[in-house]
């Protein structure tokens, strides 16, 4: 099983960016899938959630309105649309499969009991 997220890079404050993250492996119906981010020093952040099946979608509080999470399920892949990034935004993202569980739960364990999570991507936010 494999979760790779890309996409990342430095962007301007209020700039867009798009991550991916290809999933193999598993069937993305039997899941849900979720980003987190962790920023140094900082506590690990639950970002937004997806289950593939039905396309529900959940979000964390600082992202909400700014992040839009959705699927190619054709091509086993996840996204995170992000926009008017802020410097607050600055952390590694990575994305996490939860077998069998709603968003909300998994969003509050914000992918410590993931059944299998990628590497992550960097995402800086600067001027």
């Known amino acids: 099983v494999q979760l790779q997220a890309s996409g990342g890079g430095l962007v301007q404050p209020g700039d867009s960016l798009r991550l991916s993250c290809a999933v193999s492996?598993?069937?993305?119906?039997?899941?849900?899938i979720a980003w987190f981010r962790q920023a140094p020093g900082k506590e690990r952040e639950a970002v937004s959630c997806?289950?593939?099946?039905?396309?529900?979608?959940d979000y964390g509080d600082s992202v909400k309105g700014r992040f839009t999470m959705f699927s190619d399920n054709a091509k086993n892949t996840l996204y995170l649309q992000m926009t008017s990034l802020k410097p607050e935004d600055t952390a590694v993202y990575f994305c996490?499969?939860?077998?069998?569980?709603?968003?909300?739960?998994?969003?509050?364990?914000?992918?410590?009991?993931?059944?299998?999570r990628g590497k992550g991507t960097l995402v800086t936010v600067s001027s």
């Open positions: 996490a499969a939860h077998g069998g569980i709603r968003c909300s739960i998994a969003l509050a364990g914000r992918g410590y009991a993931a059944d299998y």
């Open positions: 492996g598993i069937t993305l119906d039997d899941y849900t």
């Open positions: 997806l289950n593939p099946a039905h396309g529900g979608t």
